[in-house]
């Protein structure tokens, strides 16, 4: 098992230009967290899913933003139109089920122009 | 306020001595996280407890569920510590962590 991994490491992007960004949770893991963050701060919540389903979404998801976990495996994060203040580090974690330890991914660093 | 508090924000230690890490939480949880954040953002976690201690290695962490406090112990601190330590509540089992901003830790040989 490689653990969490995500892709790209790094994205660099203009203003209004739409991202994508994947995430390989550990298999078999039926929970995949997405989390972002800045520079000097501590993750926050973006979202979650429970295998396919997406159970709760923060307020820092505005409608810009969208997540999918279409067959219970990987998942995407798509940015449109991103905006300056978009640029952050992207974390990405599975979990086994409730109440067990997640695992981070490297995290995709985005950069907006 | 923020639901996930830490202190101090930045510590620099000297190789061997004795290092504590607080947290303070306002908010009920199932289970308070300890997370490791190296240069380049990789996080690892180092421990997940709901009551009483855990210890692993040189690392040491205590929770005071009735406090509503955790702190985090790196006994004889090695250069290789240096790091972003994180504590992180799980509010409800196994939903979405609400995070402290991590405190710095430099340890100079």
């Known amino acids: 098992d490689t653990g969490v991994s995500q892709d790209p490491r790094h994205k660099i992007t203009k203003r209004g230009q739409n991202v994508t960004f994947r995430c390989d949770p550990i298999?078999?893991?039926?929970?995949l967290y997405w989390y972002r963050q800045t520079l000097g701060q501590g993750p926050e919540f973006l979202t979650y899913?429970?295998?396919?389903?997406?159970?709760?979404k923060s307020r820092l998801l505005s409608d810009r933003f969208s997540a999918e976990r279409p067959k219970g495996s990987f998942s995407t994060l798509e940015i449109q139109r991103t905006e300056q203040g978009d640029s952050a580090m992207y974390l990405c974690?599975?979990?086994?089920?409730?109440?067990?330890?997640?695992?981070f991914g490297p995290g995709t660093r985005l950069t907006v122009l | 306020k923020n639901e996930v508090e830490q202190s101090p924000q930045n510590l620099t230690a000297q190789e061997g001595e004795f290092i504590t890490i607080n947290c303070s939480y306002s908010?009920?949880?199932?289970?308070l996280h300890w997370l490791q954040q190296h240069p380049g953002g990789g996080i690892v976690s180092l421990f997940m407890?709901?009551?009483g201690k855990k210890k692993h290695g040189r690392l040491i962490a205590t929770i005071n569920i009735q406090e509503k406090h955790s702190s985090l112990h790196i006994t004889a601190s090695h250069p290789r510590d240096s790091a972003v330590y994180i504590c992180?509540?799980?509010?409800?089992?196994?939903?979405?962590?609400?995070f402290g901003e991590g405190t710095q830790l430099t340890v100079n040989p």
């Open positions: 974690a599975s979990s086994e089920n409730s109440g067990s330890t997640q695992y």
């Open positions: 298999s078999e893991h039926n929970r």
């Open positions: 899913f429970q295998n396919e389903a997406q159970l709760e």
């Open positions: 908010v009920g949880i199932s289970a």
């Open positions: 407890l709901s009551s």
């Open positions: 992180a509540a799980d509010k409800t089992s196994g939903s979405r962590l609400t």
